[in-house]
């Protein structure tokens, strides 16, 4: 199975008078652009179609549903353990059941830092370590059977200047870029 952790796009600043609530602060206009940019380059390093799971709050969702658009995969599905804050202990019995459902598929996680760079060091390494992604950026992760802590193989870093520039890119013939 493969785990594809993707930070959401550029949100607004956080602004009390604007959004009293940080979960309601959406990406920007410039941040959807970016985003869309950035996933259009995940579609050329994607084998087959992805799901795709949210945190609640709206720059998430956002960016999953740009995602989901430029994809071609399902609607994405809302996990609150991928909230600001959440817990990775939590999300692992959830990618445990998917694994068992479809296990050569491939999850992409967008949420927030720092918890997703926390939760990619958790997953392959036996320290405390993180792997922080900057906004539109992802990482990917290998598992031999269903995804555990310390047990993940790095694929792949990218940021999002990277991502953008592999969407930007002209395909030449059919097959892999």
């Given at each position: 199975?493969q785990v594809i952790l993707f930070r959401h796009g550029p949100a607004g600043r956080p602004d ?17 652009e970016k985003t869309r940019a950035a996933a259009k380059g995940l579609a050329r390093l994607l ?126 013939g059919q097959g892999a870029p």
């Open positions: 199975m009390v008078s604007r959004w009293p609530d940080d979960h309601a602060r959406p990406l920007t206009p410039r941040g959807e084998p087959a179609e992805a799901a795709i799971w949210s945190s609640p709050f709206a720059r998430t969702i956002r960016t999953a549903e740009i995602l989901a658009a430029t994809l071609g995969s399902a609607p994405p599905r809302t996990v609150a353990a991928l909230a600001s804050g959440g817990s990775a202990r939590a999300l692992l019995p959830l990618l445990a059941t998917a694994a068992a459902e479809v296990p050569e598929g491939t999850i992409i996680l967008v949420g927030h830092e720092p918890d997703l760079g926390r939760l990619a060091g958790s997953l392959m390494l036996e320290s405390t370590g993180a792997l922080p992604l900057k906004k539109a950026g992802a990482c990917a992760l290998t598992f031999d059977g269903p995804p555990r802590m310390n047990d993940g193989a790095l694929d792949w870093f990218l940021p999002p200047r990277l991502l953008r520039a592999l969407g930007a890119r002209k395909r030449s």
